[in-house]
């Protein structure tokens, strides 16, 4: 966990716990929604660039040559909103690949749309065409990363597409 992700855990906890202090159950209420809610989207961003890594080791295993350097607190745009959360860069030469994942954090941040609870972006340096937009949507217990396909549907993202991104970028 980076020290920006342990610094706004702290300070939601501080808040709920005035909340709490001050008989504002449903400010705390919210919190605590709040927090489960970031809980489930930490998991599920590292999911996402844990595959992402996992098989670029695969593949470098394997003769690949692939460079991968990690940012931890990232702000990037989706639409009008700003998220905050990871970004990994694979690259190969002048070729690279980057995944960033997160949720906006503060009110100025604006919402991760589409009733989603985090969104990620996978883009190609030099080829926009296989650039994709994931939204994380809740389902039970363990939200799942969809890609927003460019008709508006949503499909599941699973490893095999992780595949499919870094082969990309080999090619």
């Known amino acids: 966990m980076s020290s920006f992700d342990e610094e706004y855990e702290h300070k939601v906890a501080e808040a709920r716990q005035r909340a709490s202090a001050q008989g504002r159950g449903d400010v705390a209420d919210y919190l605590t929604l709040r927090a489960a809610n970031d809980a489930m ?3 599920a961003v590292e999911w996402l660039l844990g595959a992402f890594t996992s098989v670029a080791g695969e593949m470098n295993r394997e003769g690949a040559s ?6 931890e607190t990232y702000r990037f745009r989706v639409g009008h909103s700003t998220m905050v959360g990871p970004r990994l860069v694979l690259a190969r030469g ?3 690949l980057t995944v960033e994942a997160g949720w906006p954090r503060g009110p100025r941040d604006g919402i991760v749309r ?14 926009r065409k296989a650039d994709e937009e994931l939204l994380l949507l809740p389902f039970k217990d363990e939200p799942r990363w969809m890609v927003i396909e460019k008709t508006g549907a949503r499909t599941d993202f699973f490893e095999d597409r992780v595949r499919v991104h870094i082969n990309r970028l080999l090619i």
């Open 41 to 43: 989207r930490a998991r």
């Open 66 to 71: 692939l460079t991968l350097a990690l940012t």
């Open 114 to 127: 589409g009733g989603g609870l985090a969104s990620a972006l996978v883009g190609h340096f030099g080829n």
């Open 94 to 96: 002048l070729r690279s």
